[in-house]
Nanobody, 120 residues
Framework: QAQVRESGGGLVQAGGSLRLSCTAS????????MGWYRQAPGKQRELVAS???????NYADSVKGRFTISRDNTKNTMYLQMNSLKPEDTAVYYC??????????????WGRGTQVTVSS
């Protein structure tokens, strides 16, 4: 069974920075696409940034120029560097990964989320 787990959330003042990490663990052959999503109170979950299976990146317009997604395949870990944070970035951030698991086969996995709170 594969799983993904986020870390690195916290409380930061507006203008500050945080780096989130997402690590995949368990029994799997490969990690394909990966991405970060977020959900603010009362709002739908939205894509923040992602890697496609081909390795290209996508960003939500609201975070372009401020957030950077990166990946260390040797550690099965994806990062989200968040700079110039704004109060509207406050949300629970989720990792999503498409994994070729040994037992379950190819499927999407969600982490449990990590809270990011930006104070004004």
């Amino acid at each position: 069974q594969a799983q993904v787990r986020e870390s690195g959330g916290g409380l930061v003042q507006a203008g500050g920075s945080l780096r989130l990490s997402c690590t995949a663990s368990g029994s799997f052959y490969s990690i394909n696409a990966m991405g970060w999503y977020r959900q603010a109170p009362g709002k739908q979950r939205e894509l923040v940034a992602s890697f496609t299976s081909g390795g290209s990146t996508n960003y939500a317009d609201s975070v372009k120029g401020r957030f950077t997604i990166s990946r260390d395949n040797t550690k099965n870990t994806m990062y989200l560097q968040m700079n110039s944070l704004k109060p509207e970035d406050t949300a629970v951030y989720y990792c999503n990964a498409h994994v070729d698991a040994v037992v379950a086969g190819s499927k999407w996995y969600w982490g449990r989320g990590t809270q990011v709170t930006v104070s004004s």
